[in-house]
């Protein structure tokens, strides 16, 4: 029994190759091999580009202008109250706090905290040092007896 025709890409008149030009031999492609390397080829690009290399700077982005790098934006640390008090004894048992004698000292710059907020509330007098506090959280230290330190002035507060 004779093998049967295949039917795939009947009535498709590329076959799948996109125009009607390709698929005819290597001129689709520029020649074989390294051939086709005249008005076209290597030369005619600047050494790194005919290595292989990612270009840098316009050539990087089609010829639209400059590559723009952004910037990671670094997230603020935030610590809030009820953590505060939660931590401050095994911050002092682990030596990241001090334990004085009208209360606690704690410096949440070197714990790579950015910002003091006030959701919780404080019972021991707790001295903290960090650049930026909430109004609240402020207040509420300070009615418990402690006080903020360190705080970077800002626009608003000038």
């Given at each position: 029994?004779?093998?049967?025709?295949?039917?795939?890409?009947?009535?498709?008149?590329?076959?799948?190759?996109?125009?009607?030009?390709?698929?005819?031999?290597a001129?689709?492609?520029?020649?074989?091999?390294?051939?086709?390397?005249?008005?076209?080829?290597?030369?005619?690009?600047?050494?790194?580009?005919?290595?292989?290399?990612?270009?840098?700077?316009?050539?990087?982005?089609?010829?639209?202008?400059?590559?723009?790098?952004?910037?990671?934006?670094?997230?603020?640390?935030?610590?809030?109250l009820?953590?505060?008090?939660?931590?401050?004894?095994?911050?002092?048992?682990?030596?990241?706090?001090?334990?004085?004698?009208?209360?606690?000292?704690?410096?949440l710059?070197?714990?790579?905290?950015?910002?003091?907020?006030?959701?919780?509330?404080?019972?021991?007098?707790?001295?903290?040092?960090?650049?930026?506090?909430?109004?609240?959280?402020?207040?509420?230290?300070?009615?418990?007896?402690?006080?903020?330190?360190?705080?970077?002035?800002?626009?608003?507060?000038?």
């Open positions: 029994m004779a093998d049967k025709k295949s039917r795939k890409k009947r009535g498709s008149r590329t076959h799948g190759w996109g125009a009607g030009k390709k698929h005819r031999g001129g689709n492609r520029g020649g074989r091999g390294r051939a086709g390397m005249g008005k076209r080829g290597q030369q005619r690009k600047t050494l790194p580009l005919s290595q292989g290399k990612r270009p840098v700077g316009q050539i990087a982005n089609d010829n639209r202008g400059m590559v723009t790098v952004l910037k990671r934006v670094q997230k603020s640390q935030v610590l809030n009820s953590d505060l008090q939660n931590n401050i004894t095994k911050w002092t048992t682990e030596g990241k706090a001090e334990k004085t004698k009208t209360g606690y000292s704690v410096n710059t070197k714990l790579k905290y950015t910002k003091l907020l006030s959701q919780g509330e404080v019972s021991d007098k707790i001295t903290v040092t960090i650049p930026s506090v909430s109004a609240k959280a402020k207040e509420k230290l300070e009615a418990a007896g402690g006080k903020v330190e360190g705080i970077i002035p800002t626009e608003e507060s000038k």
